[in-house]
Antibody, heavy 122, light 107 residues
Framework: QVQLQESGPGLVKPSETLSLTCTVS??????????WSWIRQPPGKGLEWIGY???????NYKPSLKSRLTISVDTSKNQFSLNLSSVTAADTAVYYC??????????????WGQGTLVTVSS | EIVLTQSPGTLSLSPGERATLACRAS???????LAWYQQKPGQAPRLLIY???SRATGIPDRFSGSGSGTDFTLTISRLEPEDFAVYYC????????FGQGTKLEIK
């Protein structure tokens, strides 16, 4: 069974870059039909999809974050990563990595990491 | 851009009762792209339903999904104590999008 695990700093200063990595075990980021996403949840609020990457490197980002966002994949390490630049307090959230199945006119997130809280504060 | 609106915001019911949660899209959605998740405090969301009506692996049959076009429903036929949580619908248009959630609380 695939497992995902987020890692990275829990505290980031305003205007700096938030960097997280998701390590995938029990499965491969190179598997076809799977898209690897980052999703965040501000404290007490709902889920917000941020972006995804395919193993080939093709990406899809939420338009409102596109100018600050980079998602990359390292197939040799079976990891994918998130970089969000120029962060503000509004970027404080639990960040989840998730595996999305995309095929046969269906799309859903079938595996999630446990989530990691990132606080933006000086 | 499609907007998903879930109702009610909060639903107060007792164990054993039937729960009906709604998800309305601002424009027609391909049913295959509609999914439901359950999230308990401090936990990641868990996939319940995909393709509007297919239960994910290991999901009890008291959970069912239905709907098409712009209106979708998640039904829990007989609430168990562990079912009280927040539920999200999610669709895929040009990118994934979540509804704002329905909190199912114990009455």
């Amino acid at each position: 069974q695939v497992q995902l695990q987020e890692s990275g700093p829990g505290l980031v200063k305003p205007s700096e870059t938030l960097s997280l990595t998701c390590t995938v075990s029990g499965g491969s980021v190179s598997s076809g039909s799977y898209y690897w996403s980052w999703i965040r949840q501000p404290p007490g609020k709902g889920l917000e999809w941020i972006g995804y990457i395919y193993y080939s490197g093709s990406t899809n980002y939420k338009p409102s974050l596109k100018s600050r966002l980079t998602i990359s994949v390292d197939t040799s390490k079976n990891q994918f990563s998130l970089n969000l630049s120029s962060v503000t307090a509004a970027d404080t959230a639990v960040y989840y990595c998730a595996r999305g199945w995309y095929g046969d006119y269906t799309y859903y997130f079938d595996s999630w990491g446990q989530g990691t809280l990132v606080t933006v504060s000086s | 851009e499609i907007v998903l609106t879930q109702s009610p915001g909060t639903l107060s019911l007792s164990p054993g009762e039937r729960a009906t949660l709604a998800c309305r899209a601002s424009q027609s959605v391909i049913s295959g792209y509609l999914a439901w998740y359950q999230q308990k405090p401090g936990q990641a969301p868990r996939l319940l339903i995909y393709g509007a009506s297919s239960r994910a692996t290991g999901i009890p049959d008291r959970f069912s999904g239905s709907g098409s076009g712009t209106d979708f429903t998640l039904t829990i036929s007989r609430l168990e104590p562990e079912d009280f949580a927040v539920y999200y619908c999610q669709q895929y248009g040009s990118s994934p999008l979540f509804g704002q959630g329905t909190k199912l609380e114990i009455k």
